[in-house]
């Protein structure tokens, strides 16, 4: 199962430009934030929260882009946007509404943790599973309930 939009990110404009990090592989619906240099990069663990949602088709930057090509990948804002990350259990009705982290932080295949325990300062937000209808209950429906730059969970 891939990660996805469950709506198209169109209609979210896009985010103001930020330089890629030198050699960082994007891929779409990839969730990303600011690093400490400044930098658009993957979300690596749940230091930090998303800051937006990569929307390109995949491109990896060159390893001078920070100060040469200086190339700004396409994202959308995190807020407001849903979408279909695979897990690492089952999601069953008990689990929407809670929050939980990603237990998989791999460029295209980010899974979310459902079995851990979860802190009140978890990245993602469950709103529901299963949203093709098909009974799978992998596939589950999130926003970003940690937020890079707002300064609080958004739940």
Known sequence: MSQR???DPAGAGRGYPVIGNSSEVFVHANPVYIDADGFLA???DASVGVYGYYVGQGETMASDNETVAKVCPDYVYARG???VFGADQACTQTDVGTLCDFGTYT???F???LAGAQSNEATMFI??????GDGTTTDVVVI???IQGSGYAVV
């Open 127 to 132: 709103l529901g599973f299963d949203p093709q």
């Open 144 to 146: 970003a309930a940690t």
């Open 81 to 83: 946007v849903e979408m």
């Open 5 to 7: 939009f469950l709506t």
């Open 42 to 44: 993957n979300l690596a």
């Open 107 to 109: 460029s295209g295949a």
């Open 111 to 113: 899974e979310l943790d």
